[in-house]
């Protein structure tokens, strides 16, 4: 196994052993579900904001491995970050899984998270890598209906 493949056994695992910032948020400003109809998965994403930046970002839910890790990465590199700066890392990291750029290269800026060019591979498993990600973005939108990878 190549360099990334191995270190994107090793981050998952322990993400999804040991996911950060996996509760409730109380005093959340925004909150949204997200649904994955392939399989089932749901995760609820919380958002505190402190005028345009997010001052926390925690997640709940039950998903697969590669889901749950996904959301646990996100909520370490989206706490601190204002809104455009959490708009341009979904769109970089929604590159950095569809795309056929080299992975170092499109995943830029996005640190460990660049692990995640593996599922490129695999379609279903891009809806498992994404979810969270979609389902903040209807967070942030402030929409109400539930964010679904479809
Ligand atoms: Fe359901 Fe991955 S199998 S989100």
């Given at each position: 196994m190549n360099e990334l493949g191995d270190l994107y056994q090793q981050v998952i695992l322990d993400h999804n052993?040991?996911?950060?910032?996996?509760?409730?948020?109380?005093?959340?400003?925004?909150?949204a579900d997200g649904h994955?109809?392939?399989?089932?998965?749901?995760?609820?994403?919380y958002v505190d904001l402190d005028g345009d930046r997010l001052r926390d970002i925690t997640f709940e839910g039950?998903?697969?491995a590669i889901s749950k890790a996904s959301a646990s990465m996100m909520t370490e590199i989206l706490k601190g970050k204002t809104r455009a700066e959490a708009e341009e890392l979904f769109r970089i990291f929604h590159r950095l899984v569809t795309a056929d750029a080299p992975a170092q290269a499109a995943g830029d800026g996005l640190g460990k998270l660049v692990v995640f060019s593996g599922v490129r591979e695999f379609p279903v498993r891009?809806?498992?890598?994404t979810l969270a990600w979609h389902t903040m973005r209807s967070a942030l939108q402030g929409k109400s209906a539930t964010a679904s990878t479809e």
């Open positions: 052993r040991q996911p950060r910032n996996f509760r409730r948020l109380e005093g959340a400003v925004r909150r994955n109809p392939l399989c089932g998965d749901r995760v609820t994403i039950s998903g697969c891009v809806k498992c890598a």
